[in-house]
C-alpha cells in the first residue's frame, strides 16, 4: 500500500499528537500552524514545513485540518493562500475540526466544483484520546472519500463511524456535544441536591449507575465531580462553543433546542465567572455556587 | 425464618404486581385499596383483606404503601382510620410510594414518636420491573429498620441500594427522575436536530452509544423514539410528577434546579396536549411536533 503525502493544518492541543501519531505510522507529513513552537517540534521528528496552507495543500495528496472554530476552518480553505488556492484536483481535504454543519457542507460542495474530495470527520475523545489514538471520529462525505481517508482514520482512533453525506459527521458531533453538556448538567443538579438534602451524593451516584440514570458521564464524570477534579480534559469554554454550535444547527434547519439553550447559558455563565479553563465537569461548581455548597463538604450519612 | 405479616396498601399498576410476588413467596397479606376490583382480584389468590389502612395496621407486623403521591401518602398514615391510628409500637412501615422526601422525613419522624420504624423504598423499574420482581429500591432510614425490611425488598426487586437515613429514598428518586428525564429531553433534541438537518437519526443514536454521550436512556428510550413505540412504559404525566417533587425538593433545601426546570415544562406541555399517558420517550414528539418533521420520516442518508 502507498501512503500518501498528508499535510496536516493545525497542531494544536488535539492536532498536534494526530499528526505525531502519523508520523510513527510512517506517513510523510507537511506541516503548517500559525504559531511555529509546534511546527519546529514535529520538524524535528520529521515532519516538513510549509509557509502557508496553500503550499501545504500544493504539496500533499491529503490534507487535514484541526483547528479551533468555523470562522479559522473557512479562513484556512477558502482564504487568500488558502487550501482551495493550492488545491490540484483529486486531493483529497479532510477536516477534522469541530464546526458548524452549514459551513461545513458549503465547504464541501465548494470542493466539489473544484474537483476535490472533502470529509467532515470531528472526534471526541480529547486530549487523552487524540495522543492514544483512541479517538472517537464521527464521518461525512461520500462512501468514495470516506473510503479514500478510512486508513488514516484508523491510524488516529477507534471508534470510526461513517454518519452520512457531506456535513454529517458535524451535525452527529454537536448532537454528541448536546448530550454530553446536558448529562454533565443535569448530574450536577442531582449530585447537588442530593447533598443539599443530607444525602451522600457518593451513594446517590452508586445507586443511579444502577438504573435507567446509568450515563458514562454519571460513572466518569460524576466521580470527578464528587472528587472535584475539574483538571481538563475537555474545557468548558470549548464545550459552550460547541453548544452554541448546536444552537446556530438547531437555528438554521428550524429545531428550537430548549434544553440546550439552558445548559449552554450556564456554560456562558461558567466562563463569565472565570471559570471556563476547567474541565466541564466542573458545572458543578456553578450549580454548587448557586446553593451554597459543595459536595465535598457533604459526607452526611 | 418466621415470616412477618404484611399489610399491603395500594393496590395499582405497581402495587398489585409486587403484592403479588409477596404472596407467591409465601408471605401472608392483608389487602387495601381504594377501588375493589384490585383487592377481590387479590383475596382470591390468597390475601385477607381489611376495610381501612387503620385495620390493616392494627392487624399486620409491617405495612407497606404504594401510593400515587404526596397527599395519598400523608392522609393514608396521618388520616382518620390511618395507618398511625391503628399502628402497634414496634410495628415496621415501608412506603415505596415516590413522594416528597420533606413529606417522607416528617411521616418517618411521627413514626418514631409512636415508636415505630419506618422506612422509605421508592422504586425504579416500571410495571415490568414490578412484575418480574426486578426493581430498584432506594432506601432511606435507620439500619436495623431497612435490615428487617430487607427480605421482602429482595422478593421485589434486584438493584437495592440503601442511601441514608429517612427520606434518603426519596432524595435518590428525585436525582434519579432528573437525570432519567433530562437525558429522554435532551436526546430527543439531538435525534430531531438530527433527522431535520438530513443526517439518519438512527445512525446518530448508533454512534453516540460509542462514546461519552452513551447511557441507558439513549439505547433504550432512544431506540423507541426511531420506532416511534410510546406505549408505557413510564408515563410522562407521573414523571411530570416526579419532576415537581424534585423542584420542590430544590425549593425546600435551596438548590435552584434550572434544566431540570425546563424539562419540567416540556412535560407539562406534552400533558396540556392531551399526551400525558405516552411513555416518556415520548417527549420526543414534542421537539418534533415545536419542529414539524418527524424522526421516523429521515431516513435521509
Redesign the interface.
Known sequence: MNKPIIGFIGLGIMGKPMARNLLKAGYSLIVHNRSRASVDELSKEGAQTAASSQEVAARSEVVITMLPDSPDVELVYSGEQGVFAGAKPGILLIDMSSIS?VVSRRLAAEAEKRGCDMVDAPV??GEAGAINAAL?I?I?GKPSAVERAMPIFQVLGK?I?H???A??GQ??K???Q???G??I???S??????A?????PA??R???L?????????E?HGQKMLERNFKPGFRIRLHEKDMKI?LA??A?????????S??AQ?MTAMRSMGNGELDHAGLVAL?EQ????ELSKSK??
Open positions: 454543519p471526541s475523545g472517537s464521527m461525512g471508534n463511524v454518519v452520512g453525506d456535513g454529517a451535525v452527529t454537536a448532537a454528541n448536546m448530550v454530553v446536558t448529562t448538567a443535569i448530574v443538579e442531582a449530585l447537588v441536591l442530593a443539599k438534602a443530607g444525602v451522600d451513594k446517590v452508586q445507586a443511579l444502577g438504573g435507567f440514570a446509568q450515563s458514562k458521564i454519571l466518569a448546536a444547527t438547531g438554521e434547519y428550524g429545531v428550537p433546542l430548549m434544553v440546550t439552558q445548559v450556564m450549580v448557586l446553593s451554597k455548597t452526611a450519612t
